[in-house]
């Protein structure tokens, strides 16, 4: 089993920028792949970045590219996720997940969820 734990939400205004964090436990793996994913009431939780455990490989949701970086420190477990830029359109719940084997962009795919932090972006 693989605990996550998210932090580093809050409100800020647009053009701001935030640092979500994503603290594992339990039987971590640096061959884990990591995710980010956000949801807003009523929508499929949508996939905004993911990056693989040894490579370093990362991919990205069309809506965040050039503005969000994934990162991790498989020395700490952790996992990052910089927003730039950020807009109102970004407000959301964001969840940190884990999945055996290569980063995908399908929530399906992964197997071990935080409890979400709330992003709030203001006009």
């Known amino acids: 089993q693989v605990q996550l734990v998210e932090s580093g939400g809050g409100l800020v205004q647009a053009g701001g920028s935030l640092r979500l964090s994503c603290a594992a436990s339990g039987r971590t793996e640096s061959t884990y792949s990591m995710g980010w994913f956000r949801q807003i009431p009523g929508k499929e939780r949508q996939f905004v970045a993911g990056i693989s455990g040894l490579s370093g490989t990362t991919i990205y949701g069309h809506s965040v590219k050039g503005r969000f970086t994934i990162s991790r420190d498989n020395a700490k477990n952790t996992e990052y996720l910089q927003m730039n830029s950020l807009k109102p359109e970004d407000t959301a719940v964001y969840y940190c997940?884990?999945?055996?084997?290569?980063?995908?962009?399908?929530?399906?795919?992964?197997?071990?969820w935080g409890q979400g932090t709330q992003v709030t972006v203001s006009s």
């Open positions: 997940a884990a999945k055996y084997g290569a980063v995908r962009a399908l929530k399906v795919e992964y197997d071990y």
